[in-house]
């Protein structure tokens, strides 16, 4: 099995609506339920919720319990700013300085919970900030707006000792048309502006990919400043962020992932964000787990063959390509 430290969404093991089917397709699992199917699949060490739709004061003592039965640690904790009303124009960035007080105050709590559970990341994710009408929103001020709020959540942070990173996820469409920080660059532009080490990148493979970056690009250069605290894993066709088990669409594009983060030496966790609308969640849950550690064995043969030298010339195309096609034949 996978030495790989990996957790899971528990947003994603449960009914999952759409825009096109507002029921959904399955039945509404509890949180508690949610936790317990994580922690019977081997190899998966943490979860990932959302406060307070998952993680609040009246079920705190609960799920405490359940990570204890279950040798569970929670691995991120994100304050909702997205599904109430309030922000439907925005979060952090919103021009509304009552509607930004009531997202920074989401996200300190959060990170107040975090603390209670030891959680070593906590994610930013844009979701409303931004547009979906040209001219719309004024992007300087929204900017801002933003870099203010993300001071205000880390001078909480600091006043209180807590260890938690805080990350920016970048995507850059859905739900807005067009999100605020859209992609990895432009996020980590703002993340080096900021300049606290306490303030990365999380970086979610499906956007990078619907962004139309090379994620192996912009792995690189997150690492490059040192600023990758945390990493989502789907896939999808880069066409739309379907969330699908991590090299299910292109396994080679996994291998590239995993060889950039071997390479900086990544030791953080490897989240888990999956949409399984219309099949069993373990499933999904257990072919990203394999996906992951086939995908690391074919790493570790690579660089037994002469890959990085390969890679540091730059010259041998056909030659990788052969060689990536021999190694995951042979990895296990």
């Known amino acids: 099995m996978s ?3 990996i957790s899971m969404g528990i947003w994603g093991n449960t009914n999952l609506p759409d825009r096109f089917n507002i029921t959904g397709f399955g039945e509404f699992v509890p949180i508690i339920e949610r936790i317990k199917q994580v922690g019977e699949i081997e190899g998966i060490g943490g979860i ?4 307070p739709t998952e993680l609040n004061d009246e079920n705190a003592d609960e799920i405490e319990k359940v990570l204890e039965d279950y040798d569970l640690q929670i691995v991120q904790l994100c304050g909702h700013t997205w599904t109430e009303k309030q922000y439907k124009h925005g979060a952090l960035a919103d021009s509304d300085p009552l509607v930004r007080r009531a997202a920074v105050d989401r996200v300190k709590a959060a990170l ?6 030891r959680v070593p990341i906590s994610v930013l994710w844009p979701a409303t900030d931004g547009n979906d009408f040209p001219l719309q929103s004024d992007y300087l001020s929204l900017y801002d707006r933003y870099v203010e709020s993300v001071h205000l959540i880390l001078g909480h942070m600091h006043a209180n000792g807590y260890s938690t990173k805080l ?3 970048p995507k850059p469409f859905e739900p807005r048309s067009h999100i605020l920080m859209g992609t990895t660059a432009q996020a980590l532009c703002i993340v080096n502006e900021v300049n606290d080490e306490s303030f990365g990148i999380n970086l979610d493979i ?3 990919l619907i962004a139309g970056e090379n994620v192996e690009d912009q792995l690189s250069l997150i690492c490059r400043y040192h600023k990758l605290y945390h990493t989502h894993f789907n896939d999808n066709d880069q066409q739309a962020d379907a969330d699908l ?3 299910t669409v292109n396994f080679v594009r996994l291998v590239s992932v995993m060889y950039v983060l071997d390479q ?3 030791d953080g966790w490897y989240g888990l964000d999956l949409f399984p609308y219309r099949d069993d969640p373990r499933k999904f849950i257990e072919l ?3 996906n992951l550690a086939l995908a690391k064995d074919t790493v570790r043969l690579l660089n037994g063959r002469g890959a990085r030298t390969m890679r540091e010339d730059g010259r041998f195309g056909p030659e990788m390509a052969t060689l990536i096609r021999d190694c995951i034949r042979e990895a296990r």
Request: with cysteine.
């Open 3 to 5: 030495e790989l430290k």
């Open 245 to 247: 088990p991590p090299g």
């Open 206 to 208: 499906g956007h990078s």
């Open 167 to 169: 990350c920016i996820e």
């Open 48 to 51: 990932e919720l959302h406060l």
């Open 264 to 266: 900086v030496g990544y």
């Open 288 to 290: 990203s787990r394999d």
């Open 112 to 117: 107040d919970m975090g603390a209670r559970f």
